[in-house]
């Protein structure tokens, strides 16, 4: 996986739209537990997001919900590409995921197909338009 000085404007673009994405949408549940809060503040400082960044919050939000599942799927894929950015995976940022990804709409069986999938295309030489379609596969299955 690149790391963030490797990627371009798009790519950085998206992966912050779907930080911001996430981050809204666990502020959303109320209560956010302070490992949660570490994760997000981590990547936060990762991607370089910017206190004015933070502060702003999409009107449009609450009308954003996920009901899109490419839309779903980016995001899910950003979020994994977060936790890769330090080079490490701790299991509070897998429980960060999985929640995200059952929350979603992602059956709870699916998600771990989804994240292998994720985790292992680099060691597979897969590129990412590939992975991509690999998880909309597994999506369209499991929905069969």
Known sequence: MKINNDLDRDEL???KESFFHIYHSFLDEGFISKDFVGCLFKWGVQLRITEDELKYINPSFEEERVSDTEKALEHLFNLVFMIYLDGKVEDIELEVVTRYAEKTGFQ???VNDLLKTIVTAPYDGFDFKHVKE?????I????E
Not at 134 to 138: A, K, W
Request: aromatic share 6%; no cysteine; glycine share 0%.
């Open 134 to 138: 690999h998880l909309r596969e597994i």
């Open 108 to 110: 709870s069986h699916i």
């Open 140 to 143: 369209d299955y499991s929905q």
């Open 13 to 15: 673009k998206s992966i």
